[in-house]
């Protein structure tokens, strides 16, 4: 007898749906698994036999061929254990053959036919309401996840036999419910981290603002010490609170890479990554046999802190610099393509010379020219040019640092981020872009328009700093930003003036 349950497997962060057909014939008792599995589905041949004899069935004594649908494809994941293991008993007589028909079905299988969670089930819960699916059949711990996909019956479970039971309607299985709302107030930003704590520092702090404000790559240079990695760890919460679509968005990158638990913990705030600086290419952007999301991804919708820039493999700041202008990345390997999105925040931080103390007052530091400027050197031109702000965060003063004087808490500098970022997404309604940093040229053209006064100063700027094409640009961005904190409709020279003295990094070197 023939009959067939559907699954889905993996491609980067989509679902494809599999068809698993099981066929059982007279003959030789074996079993077989043909349509292009890779060795883990090979292995889910052990676990599928194991499970359904020790759930109290017995596994068919007959000639059992299981065929995984698309033929062509890489399949791969424990999550074709349950399907699989179903289709065998339907084939067999203990299912009705339709009965499974409306329903997608992921699980990994223990020896004793329990239900162990899998990765990537958002991906295939978009999947079943794209395809047209009733609802899922998903590992219990999966489902509040799959849950997030409206429209759908997420139907929780622990083991075989009640999955059995289900299908034979001998048993009902509660659907596990979306709870919007407190998945937005978990996404809140944690109470662990305020920018109140850091004391003194307000240029830093106006610059981390403006980055908030209009989504723009920054660099902090400053002694150890200096509170540059706090500052950085506090960017997420004077961010936007994330939107639905968004919290989805993240989610399902979350869900590709390690299921429930770092899912959980993406949930806090956004997305707050940071890689130490001996990365590989491939753990920053992303890749792999089958490709899987890199730390940028991660970081998509959040903020990537890359802390000691200039520590990292040169290879590896190459490979961060188209991403970072595309906001996604495409990832190919024999036959497969993925592509990830990271439209996060660059913070990097650095020192201003291998030391740690150039600049600072006192002059204590003890490098030499040479090897300041081949410490700096390490960092490209065309990558320092993307980050717009580039700010010193020197020694905080001992006063400020132990001033009673409070200073303003997150909740009120994301009021006005928040306010900002209203203006952009009114500037940007028609167009796929959300903030000023995502602008293209064509768009600075439009929205960063500056008087004659303005103009003279971003020339004279470009002349004695030697500014590229994309650090005026930047410029510009970065005004347009500071204009909208301002809640100005023109791009005046204080704002121009302002966004000018972000581009700290070019002038220093001498
Ligand atoms: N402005 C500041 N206000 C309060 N504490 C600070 C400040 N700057 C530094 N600190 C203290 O110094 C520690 C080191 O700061 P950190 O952010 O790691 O410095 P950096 O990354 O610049 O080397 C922090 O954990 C904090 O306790
Ligand atoms: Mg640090
Ligand atoms: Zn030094």
């Avoid at 995502?438 to 053209?445: A, E, V």
């Amino acid at each position: 007898m023939l009959a067939k349950t559907s699954s889905c497997s993996l491609n980067g962060i989509d679902a494809f749906v599999v068809d698993v057909e099981a066929d059982i014939s007279l003959g030789l008792p074996v079993f077989q698994m043909v349509g292009l599995a890779e060795a883990s589905v090979r292995e889910s041949k052990e676990r599928v036999r194991a499970a359904v004899n020790n759930s109290g069935y017995s596994f068919p004594m007959d000639r059992v061929v299981v065929n995984l649908a698309p033929a062509d494809v890489q399949k791969g994941g424990s999550g074709l254990d349950l399907p699989v293991a179903v289709a065998i008993l339907a084939a067999s007589g203990l299912i009705p053959a339709d009965a499974t028909r409306p329903y997608l079905l992921s699980g990994e299988l223990s020896l004793d036919g329990r239900i162990k969670p899998v990765r990537g089930v958002l991906p295939l819960a978009l999947t079943a309401r794209d395809k047209g699916f009733k609802g899922l059949l998903v590992p219990k711990e999966n489902a509040e996840e799959a849950a997030l996909v409206d429209g759908l019956d997420v139907l929780p479970v622990t083991c075989l036999s009640q999955v059995v039971d289900f299908f034979a309607g001998h048993a009902s299985i509660v659907p596990c419910t979306r709870d919007a709302e407190g998945m937005q107030n978990a996404f809140f930003p944690g109470a662990d981290k305020d920018l109140s704590d850091v004391q003194g520092q307000a240029h830093a702090k106006r610059a981390l603002e403006i980055a908030a404000a209009g989504g723009h790559h920054l660099m902090m240079t400053g002694p150890p010490g200096s509170g540059k990695s706090m500052l950085a760890r506090r960017l997420a919460t004077i961010l936007p609170v994330l939107s639905f679509d968004e919290i989805l968005e993240v989610a399902r990158i979350y869900s590709v890479v390690g299921g429930l638990e770092t899912w959980k913990k993406a949930s806090a705030s956004r997305p707050f990554r940071a890689p130490h600086h001996t990365i590989s290419d491939a753990g920053l952007v992303g890749g792999g046999a089958r490709p899987m999301p890199g730390e940028i991804s991660l970081a998509h919708h959040g903020v990537l802190f890359m802390d000691e820039l200039p520590e990292f493999k040169k290879n590896v700041l190459e490979v961060l610099r188209q991403p970072l202008e595309d906001g996604r990345v495409t990832i190919a390997r024999a036959g497969i393509k993925a592509v990830f999105p990271c439209q996060f925040m660059l913070v990097a931080a650095m020192n201003p010379c291998p030391c740690g103390y150039f600049s600072e007052p006192g002059n204590t530091c003890t490098c030499s020219r040479t090897q300041i400027q081949a410490y700096r050197a390490k960092i490209s031109g065309p990558l320092v040019d993307r980050l717009d702000i580039q700010v010193a965060v020197p020694r905080v003063e001992f006063a400020e640092l132990v001033s009673p004087k409070k200073a303003e808490n997150s909740l009120l500098v994301r009021s006005r981020v928040e306010k900002a970022r209203q203006l952009q997404a009114q500037r940007f309604a028609a167009t796929a872009i959300f903030c000023n940093a995502r602008m293209g040229s064509q768009d600075i053209r439009q929205c960063c328009g500056v008087d004659k006064g303005g103009r003279h100063l971003l020339a004279q700027a470009a002349d004695a700093l030697m500014l590229s094409a994309r650090a005026c640009h930047s410029i510009l961005k970065v005004a347009r930003t500071i204009a909208d904190l301002d809640n100005a409709s023109d791009i005046r020279t204080g704002h121009l003036a302002e966004a000018i003295q972000y581009r700290g990094f070019d002038r220093k070197t001498d």
